[in-house]
């Protein structure tokens, strides 16, 4: 307890010391302006940080910065023009005068911190009151930086502080995620946008093999993660993805290099700051690489940097994605009109100044040899990117960011404009603290035309042309022009999204023709890809597609099977009508078969004449003349019916076909086999006591041939009524044709039809085959033995022929064997005896016949 007092004591000393010191003394700002209220802003007018000297005995001199950016001093002139333009205005903010602070990112994150906690705390220590610490920020919000990774930087530092960064150019899609930075606002399209307009360039102008160079920072790799992602999507491989960044050594940029060489891709997207860029493409220029086509980002395609340009000898033809520009009333006669200052805190012209009309502006230094400044030159003689007026596309963006904050404020403090009267009721010294609510909610109209106003995620809202479409060109003056040569429309239907002037883009290398840049050339219709295994899906084969099937488009991944009745054409890339084949009267074969059943016919009807002319000579009447007219009546069928085959087949012709073939020869073997049997009776009647022909009589023979005749009537009549054949198109033989035939229907009945005929001509050939020894003379016998043996031989010759031709040549050899077996018939059994009727008429006779 004793000891208590002693402890309060150091704490209560340690109370009374100040809370808040400021740690050393600031830069001041580029520009300022006092006012009611002070916008702070930040820009890039230096493109990089001079190397420090560092000793690591002393505290390190503030950080100095090298190569002056006359785009980043034209941005923020149109910050001060547009505060200008809102001070006039009574419309925006009556009563309260806008000033501002302008600071310099010099494009490195520790300078732009350093700027922001200037803007946050103040430039000296008259900024804090008795140090204490309840001082509120000097600023309400800041407009900047240009870069992603500083705006990623200040956005993560001022978030705490409620503090909310609008900037004009960082387009990382990280920074659209509220989570992390809540108090983030952009003026500019996200990188998002960026990234699938890039990849679906890409495929607009067919390149689907690409590399890719990015900066290694949050800007580089969010960027290129989408186009990776989105470029997939589209159908595009990208090669090699390489990152780099202005601190790696020489060594990592030249292994970059030597990937570029030996690609095989001729398109690289540029994902890359300018500052980047330019180190890159140093070392490409001495190694003399080119004849690579460049799709560039927005943070360079239409930067006018005189470094840049001297490398257009492998820059020409690029082409990428520029913020749109517009027009801006009265902005180019502000910056022509501005001069130098010299009061502290506003001289940041001072340095350019110098540097363009090579004077000096400080009296007391002589030792640079230049004349002195009058102040009074001019910008109007000067042509630069300060004051290139062609691409407005970030100045824009600038102007909107100045107006935005303005609105926002007006809204805030509660502004209102009448004919009358302009005040603002609402003068709250925390406005910092309430002003990113007011920023969500704003929407305002341009002098140009455009409404403007934030989404959710503190993004432009985007509605119709996001990009132009910038192209490098070499003018006549030998300049290099960034021409507009058309435009991206996100939210156009697939496949309207650019707008482009063909006839205006000069290609690199082909100048007006489409480059090529694929990992594979494209497959033609009739063929399909097989990716590679182990390459992108880019890297593929082109497989020719199978019998039957067919691809009709370019690129296809996959062939179609033609439909049945089609088949592919000779190039693959169609389905055509199959040809239809069968048995027809118009052909050659065709004519043929027709020729001889006609002729078959032909001589069977003149046997059948003669025999009748001669019907009461001893050969026709011992031959059993009726059953010769019957069977010659039944070879003429035969004969006729061999004409049902041809022809396409229908129906009719299918039925008719096979059940009058097989009724015919039956008839005809019953005929023979009566024939046959009649000799063998009438030899036999000859012996004596023998009364045999009394049993096979005219009768008889008549119900046998009828009987014989009729059971293949009823097997047919059974095969017709159960299953009946029908035309089929048979396409299982061939892949190529569709053969026309006629489909047995039942198998087993059409076997059953020959195996009838088989077995009445097998009976009638061993009947004969007794027979063979009669009498010379008396030589029916022997006739239909031989007659029968043809038409056996022909019909056992018959099954494999039958079963191995294919299509029509089946249908042929049907013929030809109906054909030949009644021909067999015809010429063994008649030609004999008109060869006696017709030329030996002396044998002719009973005497003759009876002889032995």
């Not at 989105?230 to 159908?235: D, I, L, N, S, T």
């Not at 086509?293 to 000898?313: D, F, H, R, V």
């Not at 007006?410 to 925390?430: A, F, I, Y």
């Amino acid at each position: 307890m004793v000891l208590l007092p002693f402890l309060f004591v150091p704490l209560f000393t340690e109370a009374l010391a100040p809370l808040c010191n400021l740690w050393r003394k600031t830069a001041l700002p580029m520009f300022s302006q006092d006012g009611d209220i002070i916008i702070g802003g930040i820009f890039t007018f230096h493109d990089s940080p001079a190397d420090p000297n560092l000793t690591y005995k002393t505290m390190p001199e503030v950080s100095t910065c090298k190569g002056l950016n006359f785009r980043g001093l034209q941005f923020a002139q149109t910050m001060i023009f547009a505060i200008n333009e809102i001070n006039k205005n009574t419309d925006i903010l009556p009563g309260v005068i806008l000033g501002y602070k302008i600071y310099d990112a010099c494009r490195d994150i520790h300078l732009t911190l350093r700027s922001a906690m200037a803007l946050l705390s103040g430039e000296d220590k008259a900024s804090f009151q008795d140090g204490l610490c309840a001082k509120t920020s000097i600023v309400p919000a800041i407009i900047g930086p240009s870069t992603s990774p500083t705006a990623i930087a200040i956005s993560t530092t001022l978030g705490p502080f409620s503090i909310p960064v609008v900037s004009y150019s960082a387009t990382c899609s990280c920074l659209s995620n509220k989570k992390l930075f809540p108090y983030f606002f952009r003026t500019v399209p996200s990188d998002d946008y960026q990234s699938v307009a890039m990849a679906q360039l890409a495929k607009h102008f067919g390149w689907t093999w690409v590399g890719a160079i990015r900066n290694d920072d949050d800007y580089g790799n969010y960027g290129m993660a989408t186009f990776v992602d989105v470029a997939q999507k589209e159908g595009i491989c990208v090669e090699y993805s390489e990152a780099i960044h202005r601190t790696y050594p020489r060594e990592k940029i030249l292994r970059v290099v030597d990937i570029i060489k030996l690609s095989s891709s001729k398109v690289i997207i540029a994902f890359l700051t300018v500052n980047v860029l330019e180190i890159l493409l140093k070392e490409i220029f001495l190694q003399n690489v080119t004849g690579f086509q460049w799709i560039g980002t927005e943070s360079w395609i239409s930067t006018k940097n005189a470094a840049m340009l001297q490398y257009y000898k492998i820059m020409n033809g690029a082409i990428g994605l520029s913020v749109s520009t517009a027009v801006i009333p009265g902005l180019k006669e502000f910056l022509l009109s501005v001069h130098p200052s010299p009061l502290p805190g506003n001289s940041g012209l001072n340095e350019y100044w110098e540097y363009l009309f090579n004077c000096t502006l400080n009296l007391k230094n002589t030792q640079t040899g230049n004349s002195f400044c009058t102040g009074q030159e001019s910008f109007g003689e000067i042509n630069n990117q300060y004051t290139d007026m062609s691409n407005l596309g970030y100045t824009n963006d600038v102007y909107k960011a100045a107006y935005a904050v303005a609105y926002s404020l007006h809204n805030l403090l509660g502004c209102s404009h009448t004919e009358s009267r302009s005040t603002c009721v609402n003068k709250s010294t925390n406005i910092q603290l309430q002003l990113a609510h007011y920023l969500k909610t704003i929407n305002f109209t341009t002098k140009s035309g455009e409404n403007f106003y934030f989404d959710k995620n503190g993004d432009p809202a985007a509605k119709g042309k996001i990009y132009d479409i910038v192209n490098w060109q070499l003018n006549k003056e030998g300049d290099v022009d960034f021409v507009t040569v058309g435009a991206y429309y996100a939210f156009s239907s697939e496949g309207y999204e650019f707008q482009i002037n063909y006839e205006s883009i000069n290609f690199a290398g082909t100048k007006y023709k489409v480059p090529r840049s694929v990992c594979s050339e494209s497959c033609l219709p009739g063929t399909w890809k097989a990716v590679k295994k182990g390459r992108p899906i880019c890297c593929y084969d082109c497989i020719p597609c199978a019998e039957d099937q067919i691809s009709n488009t370019t690129d296809s991944s996959d062939c179609l099977k033609c439909p049945a009745e089609y088949k592919p054409n000779r190039q693959k890339d169609v389905c055509v009508l199959k040809e239809i084949e069968y048995l027809s009267f118009q052909e050659i074969m065709g004519i043929l078969l027709v020729t001889l059943s006609v002729l078959g016919a032909l001589l069977t009807l003149l046997v059948g004449l003669v025999f009748y002319y001669h019907r009461e000579t001893p050969i026709v009447r011992a031959n059993n003349s009726e059953l010769s007219f019957l069977l010659l009546f039944s070879l003429t069928l035969c004969f006729l019916c061999s004409l049902t085959f041809i022809g396409q087949p229908s129906d009719w012709s299918c039925m008719l076909r096979h059940t009058a073939f097989g009724i015919a020869f039956v008839m005809c073997i019953s005929c023979v086999l009566g024939k046959t049997i009649v000799v063998l009776m009438a030899f036999r009647s000859t012996l004596p006591g023998s009364n045999v022909m009394k049993w096979f009589g005219v009768t008889q023979q008549r119900l046998s041939v009828c009987s014989f005749t009729l059971i293949q009537v009823i097997i047919c009549l059974l095969w017709l009524l159960s299953s009946p054949p029908f035309p089929n198109k048979n396409m299982k033989h061939y892949t190529e044709i569709i053969i026309l035939e006629c489909d047995l229907g039942s198998t087993a009945a059409f076997y059953a039809v020959l195996g009838y005929i088989g077995l009445l001509a097998l009976f009638c050939f061993v009947l004969a085959f007794l027979a063979r020894k009669l009498p010379d003379n008396f030589n029916e016998a022997k006739f239909i033995t031989f007659s029968i043996l043809i038409f056996c031989a022909v019909w056992i010759t018959f099954i494999p022929a039958y079963i191995s031709s294919p299509g029509k040549y089946t249908v042929a050899v049907e013929i030809f064997a109906i054909l030949a077996s009644s021909f067999g018939l015809l010429f063994c059994i008649f030609f004999p005896k008109c060869y006696i009727i017709l030329l030996k008429p002396e044998k002719n006779t009973k005497k003759q016949i009876m002889a032995k």
